[in-house]
């Protein structure tokens, strides 16, 4: 239950930090911008896997904001994790698929 609670959590965070008009929905998933630090850039996405299993490789967001994105080693396509606040990837955490949407742009 705990889990469940925090992938809505997730999902309704990704959606209000959204800036992108509702008529631009691609999929089924909620609209979310992720800032990536590293290029300085905004980027849309959405939400097209709410739970993915804790397997391969998953890249930390947090508050909406990520190290790498498109064309940056360690970029991993839009598989996500965020924590549940123990710092440590496990079972616990989510894991969401939400691909960046280029281009990236320098307002959100």
């Not at 239950?1 to 998933?29: C, E, Q, W, Y």
Request: glycine share 14%.
């Amino acid at each position: 239950m705990k889990r469940k609670i925090f992938v809505l959590l997730a999902v309704v965070a990704l959606a209000l930090i959204s800036t992108a008009p509702a008529s631009a929905n691609r999929g089924n998933g909620a609209l979310g911008v992720v800032y990536v630090s590293s290029q300085g850039l905004y980027y849309d996405t959405f939400v097209s896997a709410k739970s993915l299993p804790l397997h391969g490789r998953f890249q930390k967001l947090e508050n909406g904001v990520t190290e790498f994105g498109p064309g940056d080693q360690g970029y991993v396509g839009g598989r996500w994790w965020i924590d549940d606040g123990n710092g440590i990837m496990d079972e616990n955490d989510t894991f969401l698929l939400c691909p960046l949407l280029g281009p990236g742009r320098t307002a959100p």
